[in-house]
């Protein structure tokens, strides 16, 4: 039976957002929770950007560990040869990528300005699948840039070719959210029949329908008789009006009516860690998480008018689809309203140990590697410019050697 697997595109679309950005430790931390929270796939980030490469480095040394395990961890990159002979000169150890290239005929004659044709696009994209395998690829996604605006014939023809090279995936980008979850069904369905691959569903919010066009274009790559894909984004942050949230495309595969028996996520998905993971990525971001989020936000389980309460007291079904428990939340939070020690960029290292002691982390027969921890901690504040989270300082202190390389930022090298 096919099934629904998530691939989460924050550390790479979510990133991208214009205003907004996240430090390399910020990433790691969100790699590391989509891994706690069952994600099959995380596109970590831009093999070809060289401020990224430490970056992707540590955090396949992670996987290595163990630590990043079972997330795959995938590249983003542009399905031209130039940039998989790039991604694989600045990280070498990289094996799942995602090669994109433009298919409408908007953005072909709008982007290359009559450079390239159909034909060239097609080409390119086949080269760049070559070149990846060649170069010790292990999967391989396809993405279709601006697909929903692409004519259908020729996204097959697209998708047929990228199979016949051996490409795992085909994604189809709704780029600019111009997909109903009516046309996206249809157009996906089709697409898994006539491909016969894997469908990737990335859609944007641009009116207001990224986790509908999401579930419903999963609904039809499953009738079509394909695993199904969907892109998401934690809160929902990315370019524009924003990707698919990844808290609500799992309530809504998993709550919503009509997904019960066919339609079910792959894998054991933790809905417990959504809680964790959105707070700590409006935390990174600086976004506060809207009150009227699904699941997350303040108000998605608060009751006022006299019926709802009342109804709510008497049995919380009344006027709840599902219980805030599942989330994760419930659970008090400890805020300092009194005298508060931080550890910023330039702390030293009584405060320091006084707030790593508050986390029963003790440093009392290792004074070197409380220093060490401690510079680490310098130089992680001076990406991120806000003190650090608990567990943020928790794995600094757990993974220093990674940390140090993580950070590590070489301009003009
Ligand atoms: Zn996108």
Redesign the pocket.
Known sequence: MPKIYLID?TNR?GVQTAKLGLSKLEKTMINIYLNGMGVFQSEFGFPTTKHESNYLRANLELAEMGVLRPIRLGGWIRAIVADVVTTFRLVPTIRHLNLSISTSDQMIYGKFQGRKNREDIIKDMTGAVDAAWALGAESIGVNAEDASRTDLDYLIEFGLSAKEHGACRLRY?D?LGYDDPLTIYETAKALAESVGLPIEL?C?GDLGMAVATSISGAKGVIDGGQDAYI?TTVNGI??RAG?ADLVAVILAITKAKGFAGKYQLAGAVDLSKAWKIAKFASYAFDIPIPINQPGVGANAFAHESGIHADGVIKDPHNYELFGYEELGRGEPEMVETGREICAGEYSGISGFSHVMGKMAVSFVDNREEANKVLELVRYANVESHKPLVEDELLFIAKYPEVVKKLLTLNPLE
Do not use: A, I, L, R
């Open positions: 595109v679309d980008c780029t990335h944007h892109n990315g370019e990707n």
